[in-house]
């Protein structure tokens, strides 16, 4: 990173209900399959604060995304390493070693050892955090320059002993005696060699993320083969973009004992043929939530520079886009575990004094194609925002044509910790490429958790 600084169908006791609302809407992507024609460039209001510093992105970068197992910004901008005020990163699956991993990351790339940084961490939203943190403190004057990130490693997370081998190993540093070491080892059992793996599960009920979106699906009445439709229009679109070029922010990277890597690896256009054919991932033999309509394991880095309007102009800069209003939601874990961007999105929109007809580029991050369906279920019903959201009513439909029009995270991949650089990144060279002013980033994640926020271009 330093190179580019589990419930079944019939446990439903509350969406049992979504289900019998969604069942008579069917939502099909399958004329979406082609990027939408530039967006005409409109005349409205800025969303300048009066007494609030701007805070401007100047540029951003990640690594090719990688599929897990396969095998920089200081280059891209020139900034001084001097003039950066402070880092700061996310990242969710730690390595104890590097448990601080802004800091190493930032004294492996070469900044000085005054500059501070720190880690961050919530789940797939770790790097939007990361930002938002940056926002901060531009926005209140403590800081000028910031660099702000995220990364993960998934080919390589740490495994623990098991408790039991743990607490062994523990006493018996602990002993004192030959005579009490030899009674701890006499305790000693075949199984507690067993590992404990990671897993993406929620430690508040213990369902893996891929359960609780095929519960989701389910609820919300999104078939297989709108998941699968969806899938293929986000590799589809992906392959466009990268095939045109457009994913500017992607850097050469250097596989440590490899070749050097230079585009994502994870983008593979199939056909719904194909995809058919795949049988369920987590809930046997009915779910619908496949290894083809889910993001897969990343390994990947992202980072992006942003400062204060007037230090970026007074450095000769030319920003690329505003980051404006930004909001955190969290709601039930259980069975809204994925629905963060259906709260999050009416929240900051009103915050921004915005609409969603106001919205030029949406780029919401893609953990199942089930997820992303069924948030669109739910920000399309009146009855949902009354009875769930305590809303009046919906905040609406956002349109295909202007949705994730470079791919996302089904296909360009999703390390946990990196995404929100990536989609912020996405959301600025969008607007730049088809002339829109503003941009919704959202995301959803674990723990019933959220975020959305508002980009505005920089005019050019």
């Excluded at 279920?377 to 949902?384: P, Q």
Aim: charged share 20%; glycine share 8%.
């Amino acid at each position: 990173m330093t190179t580019i600084l589990a419930y079944p169908f019939k446990n439903l006791p509350t969406t049992s209900k979504w289900a019998l609302r969604f069942a008579i809407r069917p939502l099909s992507c399958s004329s979406q399959l082609r990027a939408a024609p530039a967006v005409q460039t409109k005349t409205k209001k800025t969303l300048a604060k009066p007494n609030i510093r701007n805070v401007v992105v100047v540029d951003g970068v990640r690594t090719p995304f990688l599929l897990s197992g396969t095998s920089g910004l200081l280059h891209r901008t020139s900034v001084p390493k001097e003039v950066v005020d402070y880092i700061i990163f996310g990242t969710v699956i730690q390595e104890v070693k590097t448990s601080n991993v802004a800091r190493e990351a930032a004294l492996g790339a070469g900044f000085s050892d005054k500059t501070p940084a720190h880690t961050v961490t919530m789940a797939c939203i770790s790097a939007n955090q990361a930002m938002t943190t940056g926002v901060g403190l531009i926005a209140s004057g403590q800081c000028d320059v910031i660099v702000a990130g995220g990364v993960e490693l998934m080919s390589d997370v740490p495994i623990r002993h098991s408790r039991k081998m743990r607490k062994l190993m523990l006493d018996l540093n602990k002993a004192k005696s030959m005579g009490q070491r030899l009674s701890l080892i006499s305790k000693f059992r075949l199984n507690f060699l067993a590992p404990e793996l990671p897993a993406v599960a929620e430690f508040s009920t213990s369902e893996t993320m891929g359960h609780s979106a095929d519960r989701l699906a389910a609820a919300f009445a999104v078939s297989r083969l709108e998941q699968d439709e969806y899938a293929l229009r986000s590799h589809s679109l992906a392959k466009k973009a990268q095939d045109e070029g457009l994913l500017s922010d992607v850097v050469p990277f250097r596989v440590p004992g490899k070749d050097t890597v230079t585009k994502d690896n994870g983008i593979r256009p199939s056909s719904l043929e194909q995809m058919a054919k795949l049988k369920p991932a987590f809930i046997k033999p009915y779910g619908t939530v496949t290894a083809a309509n889910s993001s897969f394991l990343t390994d990947g880095a992202s980072a992006i520079l942003i400062m204060a309007e007037e230090k970026a102009l007074a450095m000769g800069y030319k920003p690329k886009a505003y980051l404006r209003d930004f909001m955190y939601v969290s709601q039930d874990p259980k069975d809204q575990l994925l629905l963060g961007p259906t709260y999050a999105t009416p929240k900051v929109l009103e915050k921004a004094g915005l609409t969603m007809n106001d919205i030029d580029a949406f780029e919401f991050h893609e953990a199942f194609s089930g997820q992303i369906l069924a948030n669109f279920k739910a920000m399309d019903s009146d009855w949902f925002a009354e009875n769930y959201m305590g809303r009046k009513t919906k905040v609406g439909l956002p349109p295909l044509e202007k949705f994730n029009n470079w791919g996302g995270s089904l296909s360009l991949g999703h390390p946990f910790g990196a995404t929100g650089c990536r989609l912020v990144m996405a959301a600025a060279n969008r607007l730049r490429k088809e002339g829109g002013q503003y941009g919704l980033v959202a995301a959803c994640a674990a723990g019933g958790q959220g975020h959305a926020m508002i980009v505005e271009a920089y005019p050019k």
